[in-house]
């Protein structure tokens, strides 16, 4: 092979045909007291707003208005301050926890108009939450972006609340298993993985100049007898898993390290890791969230890993965060097949049979600006 096709193909990833493909936007908006005063001047200029819901369904019915109008499929209205969290799934349904509210749906067929919110309750904010739909999700993600927008734009003028300073958030994410061509010969297909601004501006659609971007993996290791039994666990301990966890954190260090891939962490104490831009680096624990802020300007933060030896999780996971120096012609598709080669590589140390387990890689593109 030439120079010139090697360092073409370095440059394309190869992900599963049956990879799943996920889009959506939140748009937040602070609840300040000048858009309660303002609603409760409209609906009477005597009696003070006593709850919170008149307001709340006032918002999502004209949510559902311009949704028709903009042929929005699936638009939800949230005012409880829960984290919203999109997955792919054969069935619609939505789980809620103390913390998040996480909606499975497909793409190609599901839709949905609902609201969630307490009447009584004050939220910080609301956060409208658009899905995308439709069978070429990343193709059309530009067109979507776009049309939000618009449809933001208006239900800004129809409320007549004034200024809603929207902070808007477009997620999109890959997720695939890194095995399935082991296992089912699934075929694979060349993605570039380019950023947002670059293909939405190849598109015609351009984005903000103060717009942060984000892209990182999460990757999803199953905790099964085979793993566990490399490592001597003694269950009268205090913290019996602290051996096993020490395993996998060496094999996850070593093939990051061999892979340079420099910014990441592992977490194996039952929480959620949630990636957030952060201008420094960041580590906290929020109720059932493992908070985890990156500055992908900055240098690599190095790995860490946070894991709880008293208890045994079912999956492990691993997060990796590029910097600027893994973009490549403003692509990132560099930086997903190191993840896999350092995955593989790990698992391989690890005695994880392909055939056997399901190692799901979610791979994330975020871009977040104030819509002005």
Request: net charge neutral; proline share 3%; charged share 25%.
């Amino acid at each position: 092979m030439s120079i010139i096709r090697k360092r073409s193909a370095a440059h394309k990833a190869y992900i599963p045909t049956n990879v799943r493909d996920n889009h959506y936007l939140l748009a937040e908006l602070p609840l300040t007291d000048r858009i309660i005063d303002l609603f409760s001047a409209q609906e009477s200029a005597t009696t003070p707003l006593n709850h919170y819901g008149d307001l709340y369904q006032f918002i999502a019915n004209k949510l559902f208005e311009l949704s028709k109008k903009y042929e929005v499929s699936n638009s939800l209205f949230i005012a409880n301050d829960k984290l919203a969290r999109v997955r792919y799934s054969q069935e619609m349904h939505q789980w809620q926890t103390n913390q998040q509210i996480l909606f499975y749906y497909n793409p190609a067929y599901h839709e949905l108009q609902k609201t969630f919110f307490d009447a009584s309750h004050r939220a910080e904010k609301i956060t409208l939450l658009f899905l995308s739909t439709g069978n070429d999700i990343r193709i059309n993600a530009a067109s979507f972006h776009a049309k939000i927008t618009h449809l933001l734009e208006e239900l800004e003028k129809s409320l007549e609340l004034g200024e809603l300073n929207y902070r808007l958030r477009d997620h999109q994410h890959l997720t695939y298993d890194l095995f399935a061509r082991a296992k089912i010969g699934v075929e694979s297909k060349a993605q570039k993985l380019r950023t947002i601004k670059v293909r939405y501006a190849s598109q015609h659609v351009e984005l903000p100049v103060s717009q942060r971007q984000m892209t990182y993996a999460i990757v999803s290791l199953p905790v099964k007898s085979d793993l566990v039994n490399l490592a001597d666990i003694d269950l009268n301990s205090s913290d019996p898993y602290n051996p096993l966890y020490a395993i996998v954190t060496d094999a996850f260090t070593k093939a990051a390290k061999r892979y340079n891939l420099n910014n990441g962490a592992l977490i194996a104490n039952g929480l959620i890791p949630i990636v957030r831009h952060s201008e420094y680096e960041t580590l906290s624990r929020i109720g059932e969230l493992q908070m985890l802020g990156y500055n992908p300007e900055m240098s690599p933060c190095g790995v860490i890993s946070k894991w709880d030896a008293k208890a045994l999780v079912d999956n492990i996971h691993l997060v990796f965060v590029a910097t600027k120096e893994n973009q490549a012609d403003s692509a990132h598709a560099k930086f997903l097949n190191q993840i896999e080669m350092a995955i593989k590589s790990m698992t391989s140390e690890l005695k994880m049979l392909p055939e056997e387990n399901e190692v799901i890689v979610r791979f994330h593109q975020h871009i977040a600006y104030d819509l002005k």
